[in-house]
């Protein structure tokens, strides 16, 4: 009844059995099948230690019209409550294997997400499925994720480089994961590894899932912008360039000469016309604000600011104002009346 293997069957007259339940024998699949047409041969993959299926199989009649027959009628059929799928298994379009090198990844860090899982994970070998990350309703992760590799030499790899190694400064544990049978056994055993070398010697392909686009994108720094080139200022022909006397201090004048007015580029200078003094209180307001209620009057302001006398220099000497050198002759200024001018010591 499962005298051949699969890869021995005629395969334009074989079909793909899937989702079988446990419970189901190589004697209830033929039973099954041959109400389609003529069995040749019946094949459900075993545990080498459980000799128990690994849910599909495979089912070859006498010919190719009877397996195009069974893959249209039994598709959908119910057994023991499970739903089978039945397709062609043409040496082009086979049913991926699972290999079984799923490993588990456990105290995960918060911050551990799908795409560092990928991107830690993927450079051991090829993923045959996005990296998943275990979370609870609220969208958080719950310490722990799995990983699906192509091959066991890429998984245990992956074991033997990262299992107790930091990743988002916790220690994390790598291992293979528990089957999805609930019996206690982990993946990574003797009969799938004898399983995956067979189905690798005999080119069976083994199932892949497409990344999201996600978890494939690099992140790059974005190109930041060249700085403009400035320009070098250039000589105006017989003359001065005004470009070029910004940052270049004047230069000083002659011994014995006054240095040139300044022209002023904001608010007039604090002098009237002809270099007058401006009338008093011209510079700054002179309203104050009026004193606080139970405090005696505050004295009238000074007419002349800063409580002194306009334009009063001590020893009746003027400072000439600017652009105005010293008077003629350079005589001093008479000497204030009862003074008696001495000879010096």
Do not use: C
């Not at 899937?18 to 039973?31: K, M, P, V, Y």
């Not at 799995?146 to 544990?173: C, H, P, R, T």
Request: aromatic share 8%.
């Amino acid at each position: 009844m499962s005298g051949a293997k699969h890869w021995e069957q005629d395969k334009e007259a074989t079909v793909y059995v899937g989702n079988i339940d446990e419970r189901a024998t190589d004697a209830l699949i033929w039973e099954l099948m041959v109400q389609a047409g003529p069995v040749v041969n019946v094949h459900l993959p075993k545990d080498r230690v459980t000799q128990s299926h690994q849910g599909f199989g495979f089912v070859e009649f006498n010919g190719e019209v009877d397996a195009d027959y069974a893959a249209k009628i039994m598709n959908g059929i119910r057994l023991y409550g499970k739903a089978l799928r039945v397709n062609k298994a043409s040496a082009d379009k086979q049913k991926p294997l699972e290999i079984g090198a799923e490993l588990f990844i456990g105290n995960l860090d918060p911050m551990v997400d799908e795409k560092v899982l990928y991107d830690t994970f993927s450079r051991f070998g090829t993923l045959i499925a996005p990296p998943k990350v275990a979370r609870d309703d609220n969208g958080l992760s719950k310490g722990y994720g799995f990983v699906s590799y192509s091959s066991f030499e890429a998984s245990d790899d992956a074991i033997n480089n990262m299992n107790g190694q930091f990743l988002m400064n916790k220690d994390i544990s790598v291992q293979y994961a528990y089957k999805k049978d609930g019996k206690g056994e982990r993946h990574g055993d003797e009969a799938e590894r004898m399983l995956a070398a067979q189905a690798k010697k005999h080119n069976v392909m083994v199932e892949s899932q497409p990344m999201p686009p996600g978890l494939l994108q690099t992140s790059t720094p974005a190109p930041q912008a060249p700085a403009a080139a400035v320009p070098p200022p250039a000589m105006a022909t017989g003359g001065f360039d005004p470009s070029m006397a910004a940052g270049i201090p004047p230069p000083r004048p002659p011994v014995g000469f006054a240095p040139p007015p300044v022209a002023h580029r904001g608010p007039p200078p604090p002098f009237g016309v002809n270099g007058a003094p401006p009338p008093p209180g011209a510079g700054r307001p002179n309203v104050l604000p009026p004193a606080p209620s139970g405090l005696p009057a505050r004295p009238p302001p000074s007419q002349a600011g800063y409580g002194s006398p306009a334009d009063f220099h001590p020893g009746s000497f003027r400072i000439p104002p600017p652009g105005f050198g010293p008077p003629p002759g350079n005589v001093p200024p008479p000497p204030p009346p009862g003074f008696t001018p001495g000879y010096g010591r």
